[in-house]
């Protein structure tokens, strides 16, 4: 257990080194996940491993592999050219060998490898990303007090140089981020003996990191002619400031838009509406380029142009597209004016020191243009059902009359209680928690509901 836990922290140690050790320019894969050993499939000769590979019952078998926890695998890869990518693999982990009785044993297993990634013959940018692989390994594994013996006749010690050679699969799910799969036959030929070869399969997270931007526009720096201005890919990552379609490196007045024919620098454009005057079928009245220069009309002298107004004709604001504030708006508005609210205990009558809020509730309602609202009352869980209810029609009522006084027209105002039916805090919570449920909602209210309210009796 002291070598296994020697072994996580020098792996986790590794994962800090490698990810800041990243090159300029030079794109990297780090991949952290767990992996298991099969040795029963295991054998000495080509052909048993074939064998085994290809339809071997042995190898398929869950109970002959002994599964590491997660964390418990570390690749760290970089791509050279073409299809080729180095990578560097480490496992580690508690593993026995079935095959030969061993219990479970400290295991760590280390070196660099080849890969080939198939990809490359149709899409090196496709999510589905196989390859096959070669490599060099230092393995550590004691078999020195199991009896186990090479070819020679010497005991089969706890170092060894290990081959593997395999097949996996990265599947990304985004350009930074994936899944990968490897499965690998590990063979000990310098230890004259088959004892410590073994059948290994991996999962991993994969993080993939690209090349370097150092002004972050998007461009990488390799390719970029201004590295360390933000720029556009269309200028190979140099800025146009004045947005004429003319880099800066190349425009005589950057920071003034003008045309490419004429070096970045604008044409003569008398009434400022950026239609220059060649082109401006009103030269001396401010209009669009999509009206040849001349003025949309505004109809209802809101600012907001006809064509983009949805109220072409009723004066509005233009974060409403031209369209009166909304009623709602107005409804919310307020709501909030009116939070907190206070009323004596028990009762309807709303304290002075609520006078400010009821002033501003009934300017924002007077401001809405006879717009119609519902003012709700509601109350905590204190209390019976039928009181609450009653107390939250009183107090409801007792805000419209407020309100009415300050000069709020006595058609727009409605009132009703709902109590205790959209509490949502507990009956014996505090009373500072409990206050939250008791408030004063406005409402807005269009002319066909309206109607009906007149109908009904609250």
Known sequence: MKNLKIGISALALTIASTVFAQTANNPWLIGVGAHAENHVAAGGKVGDVFEQAFGGSELYSINNFTITPPLSKLTVARHLAGPLVLDWQTTVGNVDNKRIGMDKEFMLMTGLGLQLKANSLWNTESWFDPFLRVGANYLRHDYSGTGAVNGDGKAVGADHFAL?????????????FGLGIQGDYVSTPGDKSSVANFWQAGASLLFRFGNSDRDKDGIL????????????AEFQGCPDTDGDGVPD??????????????????????????VV???DQCPTVAGPAENNGCPWPDTDGDGILDKDDACPTVPGLAQYNGCPKPQAEYANEATVALQDILFDFDKSTIRKESNPKLDAAAEIIKSSNGGTFLITGHTDKKGSEAYNLRLSQRRAYAVVQALEARGVNDTQLKSKGVGEAEATVAENASNAERMKDRKVVVSAVDAAAWDAIQKRDY
């Open 164 to 176: 593997a050679t395999g097949i996996g699969s990265n599947f990304w799910l985004t350009d930074n």
């Open 277 to 279: 005057d060649k082109d």
């Open 221 to 232: 720096d390799k390719d970029d002619l201004c590295p360390d201005t933000p720029g556009l």
């Open 249 to 274: 490196k190349d425009d005589q007045c950057p920071d003034v838009a003008g045309p490419v024919e004429n070096n970045g620098c604008p044409w003569p454009d008398t009434d400022g509406d950026g």
